[in-house]
């Protein structure tokens, strides 16, 4: 069996311009319900008008070779008794069908009898009155309802995704069997499968120009009162008017990341691609100084209207670099040449965000009180820790932020100088604090109600030992997913598990999905909004809660039926 796969033309160039034809070409699967098309049976066919403009086409394009969906037609069908074919055949213009081969059609269809019969035996049994009213019956419409749904989504798989990667593949097949470099193919496609047979081709370099055909009835000035047929034909002109959209014409969406690490973060690069970006423009080592210079290039080469598809991202651990570029990049731009800006130093502005918001929805879920009225204690003053701080400090926390690193010096004037820091940088109350030994770190653990580790990965800041004394301690929140984990005992999937009596553990791994859906979403937001927007800490935390909030809700809303019914 033939199998599908979608790969670019190597050492070749080819154009292809779709024409999207005046009705859908069915496949047969869904042709033998479908009684609106035998309706219009007589009508599938294309118009003289659009033969017209087809035999003008080719004249103009000169093209190598055509293409057109096979559908139901046998290929018999398709080469004697098809309007469209005779054009190509008048031109010497070689014509080809392409579609979904017929054995994985069988194949694919072959997956969903097996619904279809149980789906049959449903609808038997809900057409006997005898059960009408009792929980069995509810309980078949909705088993029913369900196949169903799945049957259709299969259904519409192989008619989209699967169906267009086979005529794209039929149709780089056929360019690969001309002899030519660069090529030009007419294909005759389906309104339904203009736009995702595009995306496929143009996902392998083709170069595709898509033209819809706009159809009009011009009246002409006879009498109101139409008698016959003769007159209702002469009563007006039909017109068909192409109208050509090129790939160029939808702008690509472009993300410069301005990294000011030495190497780019593949993980961010991943991410934007993930988010829909069609291009990812790494810079490294970024200045201040570079950034204005990329800024400013950028945003001139598109106007106003196109800077919309573009978007900056400020990566780099130092976060205190990263917040220098940010401003440069900010003062570089000016209405209208405005555009959205990332910034999430090293991943901690979304990590510390999904931290704290994740910590505060497990608190209301658990009923332990408000995040705002808790002691919290941050071990780590790396940026993940920083941040934190300043988020649980502008909610309303009473907040302790230690370095715990051994290897310090200066370990008590540097915490000594965080109070200041965070006071005048971020205009916030945060106290700091001096703990390398385990009996520091138990001080600090003592007089707090939840504690988050946010030291180097691979250092663990709690021993199951430190845990057993503590009273007022209920939530440990740990972003290191490097064995051994920041508490002892602690496991990363862990979401709220009792690692202690009386202390709930949230591991690296549940702040880190939150984290990568935060990241996304503030991706896909600054790719699609137009408001020169600022997504940097404070916005994360918006989306983690709102991340967080949906889910609940779905869980919330979430119902599941069970037979026979439980009491
Ligand atoms: N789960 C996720 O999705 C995710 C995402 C990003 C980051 N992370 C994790 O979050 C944590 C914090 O990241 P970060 O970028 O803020 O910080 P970082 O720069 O990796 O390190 C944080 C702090 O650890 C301290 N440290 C260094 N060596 C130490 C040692 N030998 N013993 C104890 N502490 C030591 C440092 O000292 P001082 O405290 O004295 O400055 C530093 O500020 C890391 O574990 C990182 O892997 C997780």
């Known amino acids: 069996m033939k199998t599908l796969e979608v790969t670019p033309l190597e050492g070749k160039r080819l154009k292809v311009i779709i024409i999207e034809k005046e009705y859908n070409e069915p496949l047969d ?3 033998a319900q479908n009684e609106e098309n035998k309706r219009f049976l007589p009508i599938l066919k294309p118009s003289i008008a659009f033969c017209r403009f087809l035999e003008q086409l080719i004249n103009e394009v000169n093209p190598d070779f055509a293409t057109e969906e096979l559908g139901n037609r046998s290929i018999n069908d398709f080469t004697e008794n098809n309007g469209i074919a005779g054009i190509f055949y008048k031109k010497k213009i070689p014509l080809f069908a392409v579609d979904i081969d017929e054995n994985a059609k069988s194949y694919l269809l072959s997956n969903i009898n097996e619904k279809e019969e149980l789906l049959n035996i449903m609808l ?16 078949l419409t909705a088993y029913a309802q369900c196949l169903r749904q799945e049957i259709e989504e299969i259904k519409n798989e192989i008619k989209f995704s699967i169906r267009e990667s086979w005529i794209a593949m039929g149709i780089l097949d056929k ?16 309104p339904e499968h203009t736009d995702g047979v595009k995306k496929i081709l143009e996902s392998v370099d083709v170069e595709v120009e898509t033209i819809q055909l706009e159809k009009k009835l011009i009246a002409k000035e006879t009498s109101k009162t139409l008698l016959g047929l003769e007159e209702l034909l002469e009563s007006s002109k039909i017109q068909i008017k192409p109208l050509i959209r090129r790939s160029r014409e939808s702008r690509p969406y472009i993300i410069f990341f301005l990294d000011t690490d030495e190497k780019a973060s593949p993980f961010d690069i991943c991410m934007a691609y993930d988010a829909g970006y069609n291009v990812v423009v790494p810079y490294e080592n970024v200045t201040p100084e570079d950034a204005k210079r990329i800024v400013q290039d950028a945003i001139f080469s598109r106007d106003p209207k196109g800077i919309k598809h573009t978007c900056f991202f400020i990566g780099g651990k130092n976060v205190e670099r990263a917040e220098e570029v940010l401003e440069v990049v900010k003062k570089t731009m000016f209405p209208p040449f405005q555009t959205n800006i990332i910034v999430d130093p090293g991943g901690a502005y979304t990590t510390a965000s999904a931290m704290v918001a994740k910590v505060e929805e497990a608190l209301e879920e658990h009923n332990l009180g408000e995040l705002s009225t808790k002691t919290c204690a941050i071990f780590g003053t790396g940026a993940v820790g920083r941040v934190a701080a300043i988020l649980l400090a502008r909610l309303g926390c009473d907040v302790i932020i230690a370095s715990i690193n051994p290897e310090r010096k200066d370990g008590e004037e540097y915490a ?3 109070s200041k820091t965070f006071r005048e940088k971020y205009g916030v109350k945060v106290e700091g604090a001096f703990a390398p030994t385990p009996e ?11 504690i988050f580790c946010a030291p180097k990965a691979g250092v663990q800041v709690i021993t199951k030992e430190m845990l057993k004394e503590v009273k007022r301690l209920k939530v440990i ?3 290191n997913a490097v064995p051994p984990f920041g508490v002892e005992g602690i496991k990363p999937n862990d979401d709220m598990r009792e690692i202690a009596p009386g202390i709930f553990g949230i591991g690296a791994l549940t702040i880190g999905k939150l984290k990568h859906k935060v990241e996304e979403e503030m991706l896909k937001e600054a790719r699609i909004s137009s408001k020169g927007e600022i997504y940097d800490y404070n916005y994360a935390i918006q989306v983690a809660r709102r991340i967080l909030r949906e889910k609940a809700i779905a869980s919330r809303l979430t119902v599941t039926l069970n037979y026979p019914r439980k009491s």
């Open 477 to 479: 929140a740990d972003v």
């Open 175 to 190: 360019a690969r069997e001309i002899n030519k470099e660069n090529m030009v193919c007419i294909h005759i496609s389906s």
């Open 124 to 139: 038997k049994h809900l057409k006997e009155p005898q059960t009408e009213g009792s929980y069995e019956r509810e309980y």
């Open 29 to 31: 699967f869904e042709e």
């Open 440 to 450: 520091k770190k138990l001080e600090i653990i003592e007089k707090s109600d939840i």
């Open 416 to 418: 000594q100088g965080f």
